[in-house]
């Protein structure tokens, strides 16, 4: 196999590959750090691990960086006044009380989500009425934003399952998906190697959902997502690799 420094990977049929019906998880591992891990050297060696391995792969002075993000219920679901029901994604906020959606149902006019919330939706985008506040409204009525793999009704359960143990800033539509499998326990084993683990934000957007229609993954028209970092942690960052040291990026 190639070294891993010199793969250059711009087609998208390169990704392609078959992912049997029953290998795909409908709930999530019940120890989160007990999932698989494949671990791939630079050398282009492969290895079949647990994913409460990662400590191993570690070394003192090493940087592991993990977002804090927050997912939050944004999936709702509002009655027409024709007793039809509607579906939408909340992504973005536009303005006062106003957000940009997700809707496979193209439709226009007032929808009833709950006593005392409503909204009315209009070109891609929901304004909203409501009593008290919105994001209390919304983690009262919503659902968890499922990946559209999981092919299953949503549970109480995913507003556990589909957060971070580290989750703190409010943000996300959907989970940073690798950052699930680590637990309290795994992060304590990867600080007593002596490595460090540092926190920024970035909230995950509706583009994770969106479908790469382009051949040339350099012609994918890419979304933006907000994000925060710390200008300590930069310099850290840089700091860490001008000593020859690791950062490992958990998405």
Known sequence: MKDVDKINITKAADFDFHLPEGLIAKKPAEKRDSARLLVLSRKGEI???IFNSLPEYL???????LNNTKVFPARL???KPTGGRVEFLIVREIGVDKWGILCRKKYRGKLSIAEGFSAEI???AASFSYHGDFMENVWRCGEMP???YIKRKPEAGDREWYQT?????????AAPTAGLHFTEELIDRIKDKGA??????LHV????FKLIAAENLNEHPMDAEYFEIEKELVDEIKRTKASGRRVFSVG
């Open 77 to 79: 679901t509002g009655i």
């Open 146 to 148: 499922l990946p559209p």
């Open 59 to 65: 070394n003192e002075g090493d940087l592991l960086l």
């Open 205 to 208: 957007g509706p583009g994770t």
């Open 47 to 49: 290895e079949h691990r």
């Open 122 to 124: 209009e070109d891609g």
């Open 196 to 201: 460090q683990v540092r926190y920024l934000t």
């Open 165 to 173: 143990v580290y989750s703190k800033k409010e943000g996300s539509i």
